[in-house]
């Protein structure tokens, strides 16, 4: 993490801002280049221990003479009355919300046709609905009468996002929030707009990819003539105990993600807080319910996902233009 920034030293003296998920990955990198710009960044997190330890690490980079300060709240987003609370405590603190980054979010690889219930709501529940409760909270104690930013950082779930659906939704649910807001809190100052990452690489999704194990030996299945996975004693590369034993997916699926990125390259937390620290600012004066893709254009480019070679799909209604298909691929065949 580089305290570093593009903008002007000072450009964000006085301001307060609202990280959630501040104590990791694109969060952390927000939270270090608004502190940079002299920001005083509260950052929130359910998990107290990491938190407190980021803002630890965090609160190093302030040079004695800013006005920057930083301060951990634990809070689950997903509980209006903890993000009741973490709005009171930063008004108390602090006497003013200028900025609400919605970062936190979390989710877990799974096949749709697997998730249970309570996975998928517990996946809105963080993405969306804590998303709503942050702005909700921040808008009705003080940006309703005093104006402010919002960013929401979403995903590149432009073309859907198999293998993690309920996030998918969640994030295009929020994208859409983000307009209606734009709107409705409009004649009170107040912008709100999104980010969408491609795949960023940090040290924190890199862990949380381990659990990808399964599902992407899952996925092997149709292409594996057994239609199974294999058992130890068969020596195949798809077996359980192989499954069980896979420690390194985290850097694999990074690597995975490379040829689908225009850039030839994973995208860093630090490329991400500059577009953030630029909605905020008064750059963006003027834009507000938009999106940025911050993906090297990878939203536009390929899919990760592999669909296997199948004949599942209907046939086409029959007609003169199937009929002078049927044709050409007999004489193909002939021909051949
Ligand atoms: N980051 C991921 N999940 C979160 C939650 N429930 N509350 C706050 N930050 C989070």
């Known amino acids: 993490m580089a305290a570093r920034s593009v903008f002007r030293s000072g450009l964000f003296n006085d301001r307060v801002a609202i990280v959630t998920g501040g104590a990791t990955g694109i969060g952390k990198a927000i939270t270090a280049e608004l502190l940079h710009l002299g920001c005083r960044v509260v950052i929130a997190s359910r998990k107290a221990e990491r938190l407190e330890a980021a803002a630890g690490e965090l609160s190093q980079l302030i040079s004695p003479s800013s006005a920057a300060s930083i301060t951990a709240l634990q809070c689950n987003i997903r509980q209006e009355d903890q993000v009741r609370e973490l709005v009171a405590s930063t008004l108390r603190l602090h006497g003013r919300i200028d900025y609400l980054v919605n970062n936190g979010g979390g989710q877990f690889s799974s096949p749709a046709a697997n998730m249970k219930l309570k996975g998928w709501n517990a996946v809105i529940d963080t993405n969306l609905t804590g998303t709503f409760l942050c702005c909700r909270e921040v808008y009705r104690a003080w940006m309703k009468d005093h104006g402010g930013a919002i960013v929401n950082i979403i995903a590149d779930m432009w073309r859907g996002f198999p293998g993690m659906a309920h996030t998918g939704a969640a994030r295009a649910a929020v994208e859409n929030l983000t307009k209606s807001l734009a709107i ?3 004649s009170s100052g107040i912008r709100i707009n999104s ?10 999704a890199m862990e949380n990819y381990k659990e990808l194990g399964p599902m992407i030996f899952q996925m092997a299945v149709p292409c594996i003539p057994a239609k199974r996975l294999g058992l130890p004693e068969e020596g195949t590369i798809f077996s359980k105990t192989a499954m069980e034993n896979y420690k390194e997916l985290g850097p694999m699926i990074f690597q995975m993600a490379v040829p689908c990125i225009p850039a030839k ?30 993906d090297a254009g990878q939203s536009l480019y390929d899919s990760v996902w592999e669909i296997p070679d199948h004949s599942s799909w209907p046939a086409p209604p029959e007609g003169e233009n199937v009929g002078a298909l049927r044709e050409l691929m007999k004489k193909l065949k002939h021909k051949l």
């Open 265 to 294: 390259r994973l995208g860093f937390p630090e490329e991400i807080s500059p577009a953030v620290c630029f909605l905020l600012s008064p750059a963006a004066s003027f834009i507000s319910g938009a999106t940025l893709k911050v």
């Open 184 to 186: 409705e809190w409009a």
């Open 195 to 204: 980010i969408a990452p491609g795949t960023i690489f940090s040290k924190t």
